[in-house]
């Protein structure tokens, strides 16, 4: 199990991998603590039998760049494989403003040709390679040095048995002629805006139970504030102060410090200092925002005029559309999805691409009276009018 630790032994790794037609890629790497992910380690293997196909990359070593695993992830002749991706390309588009291309996320493909949704890497690698995965070091700290053995087995078949993944389909993708909607699919991963978390919009994720105008602005101020301060300092955005302790504050709009001691739910550390300043600050911008920049929530969807009846029928015949062609439903559409298609909405993923192909035709036409579905057995026939 070979660690590398310098510069110059991962460039000659990237090097002779280069020669392959792809290379499987995985990390290990903590987030308890920080606001960004820490890497602690790099696996990579090729396909070869060779000694030294599959390594392991040791980024918090000194004398190691990982510049060379960035040109490999340029090199658009080698596929990069991963299996459920957007936490590990976060973390290369976060250090180094790279994406690997061209792209392989086994987790995608797994979905795409019917091994259900969110396919855990363990389940392929039981039904794939007819083998199990030793998960005992899954919750491990990464960071800590030396590695065990036992932790270095286990990361390594991470990227190991990926290889076998990768090829079985790869090949089913190509057979039934789907490999295009893969590639639609993981367009979204190598997207900057995926993973560019904006500060003025992280009050939108926080859970409200009102929809006040005045309220939200205190929300938005505040809920900008601490991304802002987690961003910068890095650290976990509840280090700063947790979803119900903002809440708390935008109920009772503190004014002074003495105000904040008072808080039920505020962390001590965050009744002094910079964080007690920001919070303040961040109240009194939101009581005294100006009536026509108050936020807004969007409540189009709550107001769509849902047809029930063709709701459910939608859903019978996304469940039928699926289940005759293999892929996971919940790729398709969503329950929201469909309630959007039943009220008159087309601007829905499902309605357009692949997904258009496989379901969004028919959905169409069953709106618009041109096809029934007739229960046949087991199965759901469609029925042209």
């Not at 303040?280 to 849902?306: E, H, I, T």
């Amino acid at each position: 199990m070979k660690t590398l630790t310098t510069t110059q032994e991962l460039a000659a790794f990237c090097t002779a991998a280069a020669q392959y037609p792809y290379v499987t890629v995985d990390t290990e790497f903590l987030r308890e603590r920080t606001y960004y992910s820490k890497l602690c380690l790099v696996q990579l293997a090729v396909p070869s039998e060779d000694e030294g196909s599959a390594v392991l990359v040791d980024p918090l070593a000194e004398d190691l760049s990982l510049e060379p695993l960035y040109d490999l992830f340029r090199n658009e002749s080698v596929v990069k494989v991963f299996h459920a991706a957007r936490q590990d390309l976060e973390i290369f588009w976060v250090d180094a403003g790279v994406f690997p291309t061209p792209l392989f996320d086994t987790q995608v493909a797994a979905m795409v040709c019917g091994f259900g949704e969110q396919v855990g890497y363990e389940t392929l690698v039981r039904k794939i390679c007819r083998e199990g995965v030793d998960k005992t070091s899954r919750f491990t700290d990464w960071s800590r040095r030396p590695l065990t053995d036992a932790q270095k087995t286990y990361a390594l078949a991470d990227v190991t048995h990926l290889r076998k993944i990768y090829e079985h389909l790869s090949t089913e993708l190509k057979n039934s002629k789907r490999d295009h909607w893969v590639v639609e699919e993981l367009r979204i991963l190598t997207r900057p805006e995926t993973y560019d978390i904006r500060p003025e919009e992280a009050w939108r994720r926080v859970k409200t139970r009102t929809n006040s105008a005045k309220f939200l602005a205190v929300v938005k101020e505040l809920a900008q504030f601490r991304e802002a301060h987690a961003q910068e300092n890095n650290v976990p955005r509840s280090r700063v102060f947790k979803d119900d302790a903002l809440i708390e504050m935008a109920s009772t709009k503190p004014k002074t410090p003495s105000d904040l001691g008072g808080s039920r739910l505020l962390l001590r550390e965050a009744r002094k200092g910079a964080i007690a300043d920001g919070i303040l600050a961040a109240v009194k911008r939101g009581v005294n925002c100006p009536q026509d920049q108050l936020p807004k929530v969007d409540n189009s969807r709550d107001k769509l005029k849902v047809n029930p009846a063709l709701a459910d029928l939608l859903r019978v015949l996304l469940k039928s559309k699926t289940e005759s062609a293999g892929v996971a439903a919940k790729l398709i559409a969503s329950s929201a999805d469909l309630d959007q298609i039943a009220a008159g909405e087309r601007d829905v993923p499902a309605m357009s691409g692949w997904r258009f192909e496989v379901f969004g035709e028919d959905a169409l036409k069953l709106c618009e009276g041109k096809i029934a579905l007739a229960a046949k057995g087991q199965a759901v026939d469609v029925v042209a009018l």
